[in-house]
Antibody, heavy 118, light 114 residues
Framework: EVQLVESGGGLVRPGGSLRVSCAGS????????MTWVRQAPGKGLEWVGR??????????DYAAPVKGRFTISRDDSKNVVYLQMDSLKTEDTALYFC?????????WGRGTQVTVSS | EIVMTQSPESLAVSLGERATINCKSS????????????LAWYQKKPGQPPQLLFY???TRQSGVPDRFIGSGSGTDFTLTISSLQAEDVAVYYC??????????FGGGTRVEIK
C-alpha cells in the first residue's frame, strides 16, 4: 500500500524558514516524481512544485509564487522528499500535501500545516 | 500558464438528483500526438487529502463509483454525478497536466445537499 506521510509543519514568523518532509513507502520511491500541493485556508488547491526522479534528471520545477524562495530536494536512501521554504510570507500559510505519480495524483499524504504569522 | 475555470462555484442538489460541474481551460489540453486530454478530476472533503476521480478526462480511477462520469475534450469538460448521494458532499477540482512544469487546478466547485 502506498503511503505518504508529511511532517515538520509549524508556526513561523514572516521572513523565516521552515523545512517540511514527506516520507514515502509502498512504492519504488527512487523512480517516483514527487510533488507538493498546498491549500490555504478557505482556498483551493495550488500546485507548488515537484522533483523528478534521479533517472529523469532529478530536476525541479516551481510555481511562480514560490520560485526563488522554496527548494524541493529528495533523499532516495531515506525515501524522503523535502520542501525547504525560505523568506516565508503570510500568504504561504496553508496545508501542504505531498503527492506522487506523474501529472495526475492518485496518491496523497494527509498534509502538514504551515502557519506564517507574527 | 493554462487557467482552469470551474462553474458553478457551488451547487445544491437533492439526493438522487444529477449534479453537473463544468471546467473550462484557457487553451486546449488535448495533446495531438496521443489524442489524450490531460485533465484530471479530484474530490476533496474536509480533513482528507484530495481523491483522484478521473484522469485523461474520462478514465475513472479504480474504486470510484460509476455514478461519477467524466466527459469533454479540448477546452470544455464536465464532471457529472448521476444520482447524488450524501457521501458525495465535497469540493470538486479539475486539474490540467498538459503544460509542464506548471500544473494548474480549477478554483473548485462545492456540492451540497438541497
Amino acid at each position: 500500500e502506498v503511503q505518504l506521510v508529511e511532517s515538520g509543519g509549524g508556526l513561523v514568523r514572516p521572513g523565516g524558514s521552515l523545512r517540511v518532509s514527506c516520507a514515502g513507502s509502498g512504492f519504488i520511491f527512487k523512480n517516483a516524481w514527487m510533488t507538493w500541493v498546498r491549500q490555504a485556508p478557505g482556498k483551493g488547491l495550488e500546485w507548488v512544485g515537484r522533483v523528478r526522479s534521479e533517472t529523469d534528471g532529478g530536476t525541479t520545477d516551481y510555481a511562480a509564487p514560490v520560485k526563488g524562495r522554496f527548494t524541493i530536494s529528495r533523499d532516495d536512501s531515506k525515501n524522503v522528499v523535502y520542501l525547504q521554504m525560505d523568506s516565508l510570507k503570510t500568504e504561504d500559510t496553508a496545508l501542504y500535501f505531498c503527492a506522487t505519480q506523474g501529472g495526475f495524483f492518485p496518491y496523497w499524504g494527509r498534509g502538514t500545516q504551515v502557519t506564517v504569522s507574527s | 500558464e493554462i487557467v482552469m475555470t470551474q462553474s458553478p462555484e457551488s451547487l445544491a442538489v437533492s439526493l438522487g438528483e444529477r449534479a453537473t460541474i463544468n471546467c473550462k481551460s484557457s487553451k486546449s489540453v488535448l495533446y495531438d500526438s496521443d489524442k489524450k486530454n490531460y485533465l484530471a478530476w479530484y474530490q476533496k472533503k474536509p480533513g482528507q487529502p484530495p481523491q483522484l476521480l478521473f484522469y485523461w478526462a474520462t478514465t475513472r480511477q479504480s474504486g470510484v463509483p460509476d455514478r461519477f462520469i467524466g466527459s469533454g475534450s479540448g477546452t470544455d469538460f464536465t464532471l457529472t454525478i448521476s444520482s447524488l448521494q450524501a457521501e458525495d458532499v465535497a469540493v470538486y477540482y479539475c486539474q490540467q497536466y498538459y503544460t509542464t512544469p506548471s500544473l494548474t487546478f480549477g478554483g473548485g466547485t462545492r456540492v451540497e445537499i438541497k
